[in-house]
């Protein structure tokens, strides 16, 4: 064994790992760590607040499914970083943040930017921990990626003292290598319970939610519902674990995120296969309506989500992938493929009958026309990313996705200015795919210095912003209260003149207030964005009181504009 710098001994575990980047701000409490990593093969990006690179090191790891990577200093570089972790908690994200810290000999007299990190990060953190002896060094990395990768993944902390960063330990990159992930089965007889209900059932659905996609389980997701022939609902987290031009395609239910044929089919349903779903309330809405009149089975890697939101009448713990496999085998041992039945027609009448208007030709212009022009523009392999806010709804209401991993939304914590950051994640990690941002006025501002380190970079990408100067959905949430208080944004010319702001940074823009243009405007920034390597923002002016259809319940949506006119569909047995 070779005695080493321990902070080396970390970089060639990231290397193992398959982190190619990194992002973060380098300060003198972690400086050791900086110091390994300018020689190694792994990329550092510089971003310009620590919470835009927990932002980044999130997209680059739901885009990869990989283990994203932050790095900062001590103190408020920690603190910074608090609601990344959280965002990526909540939402299943494996991510380790990497801080510096105070020597331990100071750590107990209030030193220079010295915080008991560890404790504050705990909540939010699958695993947080202080290293504390050099020798440790690789190993806790080790841990850490494996705690990220296991079960419901999920980010960790790691505080590096800076006395402890720099120590020597005994490592030997030949014999070292990441350690393993269990893949958990389901129990035989789980599964041939879930199929005896199944069986049983006249019009079964499945739920697939974000479990699916982070388990690279959606050809075996494919391969159960065509067997079956069971109609595939998608949650906001699971958008793209199924095709949504694919026949067996249910659409979305929910309360926000939603389809209205989606809702129609769920609340015909007579049995829910929900796999890898958290039944947010968000989608569950009301949960009298909910459950009423379905049979639910609840699969999931993690013990502890069973039963959390209501007792599922069958739980099947396990891993996505297997569970769905085994599923399988068990259909295909019962006989051969199904044909389409009659409640797969019915779900396909529902389609054809309960779509929404997005063909508006109004101006101000109508956001689903926004998102109507975003889907006949952007190409099956694009990657979507999107953060919180109507335009979120709206986005998750109108977009379609086909592919795994190409539409990103941080689902459960929902921070404002995700999106940025999160998209130059995805094209670090992707520099082949096309990567579109869509993003509302208000949460653009919050992380907008986050576009100076894509132009830094040349990370180029498309931002199209839903831009109705509001925070919108509160405006939308105030109606109740008969107010509308401290949520407009409109000053001078349009408030903020997102164009001049992107100029600023030295990056391309263009404002649209037409919708006939916007199919130029689309196109002008792709080909801007892929010739001059930066991100290039398209800034729509939409009706600014606009609302989305929303409710309490799947049962009680209520829609703001105009429908398209009834196609009536047969629904007797």
């Not at 910074?80 to 991510?95: E, K």
């Not at 389809?259 to 958290?278: E, K, Y």
């Amino acid at each position: 064994m070779n005695r080493i710098p321990c902070m080396e001994a970390v970089v060639a575990v990231l290397e193992s790992e398959g982190v190619d980047t990194v992002f973060g701000i380098p300060g003198a409490a972690i400086l050791p760590l900086y110091a390994a990593l300018q020689n190694s093969s792994v990329r550092h990006i510089t971003v310009r607040h620590e919470e835009g690179g927990t932002h980044a090191a999130d997209g680059w790891a739901r885009a990869t499914g990989n283990v994203g990577v932050c790095i900062g200093t001590s103190g408020p570089a920690g603190t910074n970083m608090i609601t990344g972790l959280y965002t990526a908690m909540a939402d299943s994200i494996p991510m380790i943040c990497v801080t510096g810290q105070a020597a331990t000999s100071k750590l107990h007299q209030e030193a220079f930017q010295a915080v008991d990190i560890v404790e504050i990060a705990r909540p939010v953190t699958k695993w947080a921990v202080q290293l504390k002896e050099p020798a440790q060094a690789p190993w806790v990395f080790r841990e850490a990626f494996r705690i990220a990768r296991s079960g419901r993944p999920g980010p960790v902390l790691i505080d590096l003292p800076i006395d402890v960063q720099r120590g020597t330990c005994l490592y030997d990159r030949d014999v070292d290598a990441p350690l393993p992930v269990e893949i958990p089965r389901p129990l035989p007889g789980a599964v041939r319970k879930a199929m005896d209900l199944l069986a049983a059932a006249k019009r079964p659905v499945i739920l697939a939610g974000g479990g699916v996609i982070i388990a690279d389980a959606c050809d075996e997701l494919r391969a159960l519902a065509e067997h079956l022939q069971l109609p595939v609902h998608v949650t906001l987290m699971g958008k793209g674990a199924f095709p949504e031009d694919h026949p067996l395609f249910a659409g979305m239910p929910g309360i926000q995120t939603q389809t209205r044929w989606g809702n129609a089919a769920f609340l015909q349903s007579d049995l829910v296969l929900a796999v890898g779903a958290r039944f947010g309330d968000r989608h569950t809405g009301d949960l009298d309506v909910y459950r009423r009149g379905r049979t639910f089975v609840h699969v999931d890697i993690e013990p502890m989500q069973l039963g959390r939101v209501f007792e599922p009448d069958l739980g099947i713990v396990g891993h996505a992938r297997p569970v769905l496999a085994d599923l399988l085998a068990e259909a295909r041992g019962r006989g051969g493929p199904k044909e389409p039945g009659k409640w797969v027609r019915k779900v396909a009448d529902l389609r054809r009958t309960m779509a929404r208007r997005d063909d508006f030709d109004d101006v101000p212009i109508k956001p689903p026309r926004v998102f109507k022009e975003i889907n006949a523009y952007f190409g099956r392999d694009t990657t979507f990313v999107t953060a919180i806010g109507l335009y979120q709804i709206w986005s998750g209401q109108f977009q379609t996705t086909y592919l795994p991993r190409r539409y990103l939304v941080c689902g459960q914590a929902g921070p404002l200015g995700w999106e940025v950051p999160a998209a130059m994640g995805v094209k670090c990690a992707h520099p082949e795919r096309q990567v579109v941002a869509v993003v509302g006025d208000y949460s653009f501002q919050f992380l907008m210095e986050e576009v100076a380190v894509a132009a830094q970079y040349r990370v180029p990408f498309v931002i199209v912003m839903i831009n109705n100067e509001y925070l919108g959905l509160i405006r939308q949430a105030e109606i109740p209260y008969g107010m509308n208080f401290a949520v407009d944004l409109h000053y001078g010319e349009g408030g903020i003149d997102h164009v001049k702001a992107m100029e600023a940074f030295g990056c391309p823009a263009r404002r649209v207030e037409l919708p006939g243009d916007l199919p130029d405007a689309l196109a002008w920034a792709s080909a801007e964005s892929a010739r001059e390597r930066l991100p290039v923002l398209v800034e729509v002016m939409v009706e600014r009181e606009a609302n989305a259809a929303m409710g309490p319940s799947l049962d009680a949506i209520k829609e703001f504009e105009p429908l398209p006119e009834l196609i009536t569909a047969d629904w007797s047995d």
